[in-house]
Each structure stands twice: as structure tokens, then as C-alpha cells.
């Protein structure tokens, strides 16, 4: 179905029951229900709508509505809570306790269901969205078809059912190609969702926005005039309570391989023939099938990966990685990864993108920095600073916003130039909390806008890249880790990935 909109081009999702799978996990609480209040409190729900948790634990409706309501009040980014419209919106949230392979839970909820659209005005359509661990997709998905919760969009066309899938999705390219190929049998291509919240912040929604409504900077988007981009994906926090996760994860899996693919794609893309979903998808898939493999007897020269030791957060001293609970004390699995490619096309020919992700980081930090080429020297050899080249920021997290680096004359009799910043923030100039990224997505997801949701064939080109490095590193042992303390930057290679080239990492 087409989404609708309003004279003001807003979406508007249309009437649905979202079933939460997994309901009583952490990404319910902290994130899925405050998206879903704050979408209520924007009026981006539609008013035909219902909610259903579904889980195994042993609660009741008004037990979970209570406990929502203590987390979307702790975690929502407005408050205090309205509490007039908490109890108009909770009065539509219901919990079905089932486990996922009991068939009697399906079949009662769909019989609940029935009764949802009857009570609401829902239609029969469904998002059902899978906040379980990815082995569970393939039965969750096959339980829903079993019991005709999903429909077969060739033939039901009053009705829809849509998927949305957390990341990951597949754990390296054969494992993703068998759970796309499973998830096939049940769904259309058009059906699954797969969510990245990275792409529902607000900062990488303006990124088609800046680039192809800004003609200044988009004359200026190629190897004539930008000598290098770096990105990077930094938290101060180590792993936390999710050692196991981690153990099997790793940081390329983990954000690189998804997360900053997506960015990348959307900051190199060429300009689609529309704003329609396939049109911006296809263009991203482009450009991840034109990244250049990495050499396989060259892959510790193209792409470094660390794991952080003990140190320094915040003036408090922190244990290292292979500390930390459910862990190896001998793990070689990575927490940095830094890497560099070439994007083989007319456009960026020649033009080195560098990558870094690391946990244990000084500071919490995602940024796309593109670094324009340096200016000829001649006119200023009498002084003895270096000119920086210009440089443009694009903030993701925190203080979303752009800024842009040039060289000015420092006031006085003399000529020293001096860097200054022109800088834009989101929150400064609206005045208002940007949306969290999941209330975009689910908003999108209801309204039949898979924009910003990876598609199948990007996601495989993705896994073919860097599951050849997956497989080089679980072959070679790591001897050096630890090696970076945390509250550093990482390891020393990383720097010398760019320092070889004459370049540097860029701290803004």
C-alpha cells in the first residue's frame, strides 16, 4: 500500500496492531515504547491502532502497561509523561504470554487479533516485529505463516503484514544467505524490514538532504576535490553485561559490517533517479558492490583490529576486555577495528575511505568527516604553519549537527591564518529534541515506507567483503592483545594506517 500523507507531507502510518516478540527484553523498555508513546504524543500513530506483547513470562496487560509506564518514563526524551494520553494509549497495549514454538500461542493470537480489529478498527494489518535473538527469525516467521498471521501480498491486497528483523541478520555471508532463503519461504522481499537504527537518525536523514539540495557541496562530492573521508563509531562504554553476545559478535559484525556500511553507502551514493525506496536503496547497493576486496595476503595492511586493555574512563579506572563477565581471559575477539577501502568508480576513484569503530573510546562520538584537498602552498610560503585543509563534519551523535572547517587571516599586522568552525546543531537552531531514531522507523515500517531499511541484496554485499577477513582472523591468533588502554584512541597501527599516506585521524 502507498502511504498517506498530509497537507504538510508528514507520514501517517496507517491503522495496525504491532506485535513485539520477545516483549520483556531490554530493547522493548528502553527503546520500542518510548518510540511508541512519543509517536502517540506527536500524533504520528494512527488512531486506529493496538499493541501486543508477547512473551513467555507470566504477567498480565495491566502488569506490563504499568511497567512501560516506569520506562517511558525513565527513558522517554519528553517529560514529564502526559498522563492522559499514557492512559488513552495504554488502554490499546495488551500482553499474550506464549512460548515461541507453542502453537496454541499462535492460534490464540490470532484469535486476539481478530478481536483487536473488531474493538479498533485495525483492518487485519500487522507488523510483527522480531526483538528475539536472530536464531529465532526463521521459526517465528515460519509459526506466523503455520497460523496465516502473514498474508501472501499476491493474493491479499485489503490487508498487509509487514517484518521488521534487529540486526544481526546472518552471521557471516553463507549463514545470511540461508536465513534470507528461509525467510523467503514465509515472506516477500517487500515484507521484511530489516532495522538499522543508525538510518533513522536525524542527522543521516539529512544526508541525501545536504548533498543533493545543496548544489555547492555536491559540485565539490568527488575525487577532483576531496582527498579523503573518514568515519567513526566510538563509545566510551566497554561491553557491559553482554560478554556472551560479544564472544560471538565482534566489532566488525557488530557495527562495521552493518552499521557503518549504511553510512558509507549514503554519503557515496550517486544521485537516484527519485525519492522513492527502491530508487535510494539500488543506489546504495551500487555502491557497496563497487568497494574494492580486500587483498587476501594484504589484509592486516588494509584493516587493523584491537581489543582494549585496562585504563582511564573519566578519571575512573576500567578493567579490560578479556576482564569483563562471560568472557575468554584468552579471547582474541575484537573491539576496534579500523580499515581502510576504495570505492572503484567515476566518482571516487582514488579516494581512501577510513573506517573506525572501537569500544572503551575517550568519548562517545559518531562522525563523518570529509577532508577536501589541500590548497597549492605558493602563495603563503612565508609562513611557517601548515594550511589545513578544509573539512567538513557531519555529527551523527551527540550534538547532532554539520560543521564546516576553513582558514581565515588572524586579525593584526601580520598574516598568520587560523582554522575556524562554522557549526550547525540540530537542537540549537529548531529548538527541540531531535526524534529518537526508532520512532522514525516504526513510523515508516507502518506506513509502508521501507526507505530506510536495508535491503537483502545490499546486506549480501556487505557480508561478501568482509567475511573473507572473518575468516583470515579466525584463522590467525591475535598475540598482541590487549593493544590499546582504554581512554585511548586505540592502537597504535591504527594511526599508522593513515600515517603512512601522510595523513591523520581527525579529532573535531
Known amino acids: 500500500m502507498q502511504e498517506s500523507q498530509t497537507k504538510n507531507s508528514r507520514k501517517v502510518a496507517e491503522p495496525c496492531v504491532l506485535v513485539i516478540f520477545g516483549a520483556t527484553g531490554d530493547l522493548t523498555s528502553r527503546k520500542l515504547f518510548p518510540a511508541l508513546y512519543n509517536l502517540a504524543l506527536d500524533g504520528q500513530l494512527p488512531a486506529n491502532f493496538a499493541c501486543v506483547a508477547f512473551a513467555r513470562r507470566d504477567k498480565t496487560s495491566e502488569m506490563f502497561r504499568n511497567e512501560m509506564f516506569e520506562a517511558v518514563n525513565q527513558f522517554s526524551r519528553t517529560k514529564p509523561i502526559d498522563k492522559d494520553l499514557w492512559k488513552t494509549f495504554s ?25 483487536l480489529d473488531s474493538k479498533f478498527g485495525t483492518k487485519g494489518n500487522r507488523v510483527f516485529y522480531l526483538s528475539t535473538q536472530p536464531s529465532f527469525f526463521p521459526l517465528v516467521t515460519d509459526k506466523l505463516k503455520e497460523h496465516d498471521l502473514t498474508y501472501d501480498i499476491h493474493k491479499v491486497h485489503d490487508k498487509w503484514s509487514r517484518v521488521i528483523v534487529e540486526k544481526p541478520f546472518g552471521h557471516d555471508l553463507q549463514s545470511a544467505k540461508d536465513l534470507q532463503a528461509h525467510m523467503m519461504k514465509d515472506l516477500d522481499e517487500n515484507q521484511i524490514y530489516r532495522i538499522d537504527h543508525y538510518l533513522g537518525k536525524e542527522t543521516v536523514q539529512n544526508l541525501l538532504v545536504f548533498r543533493f539540495s545543496n548544489p555547492i557541496f555536491e559540485s565539490m562530492w568527488n575525487n577532483h576535490h576531496i582527498d579523503h573521508v573518514q568515519m567513526t563509531v566510538g563509545e566510551e562504554i566497554g561491553i557491559g553485561t553482554r560478554g556472551k553476545f560479544w564472544e560471538e559478535a565482534g566489532m566488525l559484525r557488530d557495527i562495521v559490517q552493518n552499521h557503518m556500511m549504511q553510512l558509507l553507502s549514503l554519503v557515496a551514493m550517486e544521485p537516484p533517479t527519485s525519492l522513492h525506496a527502491e530508487a535510494i536503496r539500488s543506489e546504495k547497493v551500487k555502491v557497496v558492490e563497487s568497494i574494492r576486496p580486500f587483498p587476501k595476503d594484504k589484509i592486516d595492511q588494509s584493516i587493523i583490529r584491537g581489543q582494549y586493555g585496562p585504563g582511564m574512563i573519566n578519571n575512573a579506572p576500567v578493567k579490560g576486555y578479556r576482564e569483563e563477565d562471560n568472557v575468554d581471559p584468552k579471547s582474541k575477539v575484537e573491539t576496534y577495528v579500523a580499515l581502510e577501502l576504495f570505492i572503484d568508480n567515476w566518482r571516487w576513484a582514488g579516494v581512501p575511505f577510513y573506517l573506525r569503530a572501537g569500544k572503551r573510546l575517550p568519548k562517545r562520538s559518531t562522525e563523518i568527516i570529509i577532508v577536501f584537498k589541500e590548497v597549492p602552498g605558493f602563495l603563503f610560503q612565508s609562513h611557517k604553519e601548515k594550511i589545513e585543509p578544509n573539512i567538513l563534519v557531519i555529527r551523527i551523535q551527540p550534538d547532532e549537527g554539520i560543521s564546516l572547517k576553513m582558514n581565515c587571516k588572524k586579525p593584526g599586522v601580520t598574516q598568520p591564518l587560523q582554522p575556524v568552525n562554522m557549526d550547525f546543531r540540530y537542537g540549537t537552531f529548531f529548538g527541540a529534541t ?37 575468516e583470515y582472523w579466525a584463522k590467525t591468533d591475535a598475540k598482541d592483545f590487549p593493544n590499546y588502554a582504554s581512554g585511548t584512541w586505540g592502537p597504535k597501527a591504527a594511526d599508522e594506517l593513515l600515517q603512512r599516506h601522510g595523513r591523520k585521524w581527525e579529532l573535531m
Open 434 to 470: 531531535p526524534p529518537e531514531a526508532y520512532e522514525r522507523l516504526i513510523c515508516d515500517c507502518m506506513a509502508g515506507d521501507n526507505t530506510l531499511f536495508a535491503r537483502a541484496d545490499e546486506l549480501m554485499a556487505s557480508w561478501e567483503l568482509f567475511t573473507p577477513v572473518l
Open 91 to 115: 488502554e490499546k497495549v495488551f500482553y499474550h504470554k506464549s512460548d515461541l514454538h507453542e502453537d496454541e500461542g499462535y492460534e490464540s493470537l490470532k484469535k486476539l487479533l481478530d478481536d
